[in-house]
């Protein structure tokens, strides 16, 4: 409970410096400026098994989501301010909120910036696919067929930007925050922990001991941008534990150090990032709870095919360590991970009737797993105001992989947004 309320309090902090930014720069601009959308978003399951109870079961989303925006600066442009809040009403697991999405203030000059309070974050060179972006994600948000841009969650952080020279620094000090992972409430998948008994999660505190800190550096070698990345954060899934009559869930240290490289090849453009992912809790990777220390990489290429047509690929593998300790710590019921996951990704986008129309296709095919998740969509563009979605979640394969796992929960979703 102590490290929730250090949380909370760190938090607040944040939120109330950023507004101090947001006032400062508001009373002294020439104008401030404010925008935003009504948005409504089903999804239907269309798989028709029988779902237990407390689950959502034909549709796991039935949203109803406004947004307000704000943003302004002042008339020489050294502070500026953004806030973006949506209110929401989910009728599938009767849920109404009013979330801040990002809310910061931002100080800038020729040589450096800053930027204060709740702010997205994103990282890397992969396509779907994180690596040296430890930040905190919404898995929930891209099964159901959620905007893209809800996949990732604001960090309550300060970000400080140093740009001397032909190098850029990044620093980023944030309280924690855990993915938004997939529960009962809507999705239906197998549990290997013991059924009837209470749980709980335990958050880490953010005092000097638990504050999470990740750096960047980046700066350009001719045509190639080449970044490298460390960071001292959190596990943002929860390693469960049996503990008496209840689970309980923490949230394990991790460290992670990395470097990715994007520039062109022919007509296209390949990227690469490496990582390793190290847990300090279980370096000997026997705590069954915890996820084994590991090196991820990713290799993609995307280029233009014709007009308005556009291929991407990725291969993507992340090894693990100390995997005999693994098996020989691996607890009756859990499925048997690979020694080596490899996964590929397939990007395939076109534009009809003048860019009005965009079709776009998204998979992930589990090399190891034997498993895969497509993600078709089909978008139309009435004007410039308004627009409407249709796409599909589709799982299929060995249920034992991480994909596969979700063969129940595949949908198809229709969003429509009108902005203003």
């Keep these: 409970m102590a490290g929730t309320g250090r949380a909370v309090r760190v938090a607040a902090s944040i939120v109330v410096g950023s507004l101090a930014l947001a006032c400062s720069a508001a009373a002294t601009g020439q104008s401030v400026s404010l925008d935003g959308f009504a948005q409504s978003h089903v999804a ?37 301010f953004l806030a973006r809040f949506d209110l929401l009403r989910d009728a599938a697991v009767d849920d109404t909120r009013l979330v801040t999405r990002e809310l910061f203030g931002d100080l800038t000059s020729e040589k450096a910036s800053a930027r204060l309070g709740r702010q997205v974050i994103t990282w890397g060179v992969g396509d779907l696919l994180f690596i040296n972006d430890t930040f905190p994600k919404d898995q929930a948000a891209l099964f159901t ?44 998948f197998a549990d290997p922990l013991p059924a009837g008994l209470p749980r709980r999660t335990l958050e880490p505190g953010n005092d000097s001991g638990e504050a999470e800190i990740s750096g960047r550096v980046s700066g350009y070698l001719a045509n190639w941008e080449l ?36 520039g062109p090849i022919g007509k296209g453009v390949v990227s690469m990032e490496a990582g390793y992912y190290d847990s300090p809790q279980d370096r000997d990777g026997r705590d069954p709870s915890v996820e084994n220390s590991q090196l991820r990489g990713l290799v993609g290429y995307s280029r233009q095919m014709w007009e308005d047509a556009t291929l991407g690929l990725q291969l993507y593998g992340e090894r693990m360590r100390d995997y005999a300790a693994y098996r020989e710590t691996l607890p ?10 490899k996964v590929a990704t397939i990007r395939f986008t076109q534009f009809f009737a003048h860019q009005t129309v965009t079709f776009n296709l998204f998979a992930f095919v589990g090399l190891s797993e034997e498993d895969r998740y497509v993600i078709p ?4 563009a009435f004007s410039d105001n308004l627009w409407a979605e249709i796409g599909a979640n589709l799982f299929a394969g060995q249920r034992s992989g991480m994909f596969g796992s979700m063969q129940d929960n595949s949908n198809i979703y229709l969003t429509v947004r009108y902005a203003f």
């Excluded at 740009?163 to 938004?180: H, K, Q, S, T, Y």
């Excluded at 596990?235 to 394990?252: C, F, L, M, N, Q």
Aim: aromatic share 10%; proline share 8%; net charge positive.
């Design 377 to 380: 969509s089909l978008r139309y």
């Design 44 to 80: 239907g399951r269309t798989s028709g098994v029988d779902c237990p109870s407390g689950t959502a079961c034909d549709f796991p989303a039935a949203e109803l989501r406004g947004q307000l925006k704000a943003e302004g600066k002042n008339s020489g442009g050294g502070a500026a």
């Design 227 to 262: 970044a490298g990345y460390v960071s001292r954060t959190h596990y943002r899934s929860p390693a469960w534990r049996v503990t008496g009559s209840e689970i309980v869930g923490t949230y394990p240290r991790l460290n992670t150090a990395g470097v990715s490289l994007t």
């Design 332 to 341: 009756a019921g859990f499925p048997v991970k690979d020694r080596l996951r």
């Design 145 to 188: 067929g959620q905007p893209i841009q809800y996949l990732k969650l604001g960090s309550d952080a300060l970000k400080l930007n140093a740009f001397p020279g032909p190098a850029n620094f990044e620093l980023v000090i944030a309280g924690f925050r855990p993915d938004n992972t997939p529960t009962s409430r809507r999705f239906i």
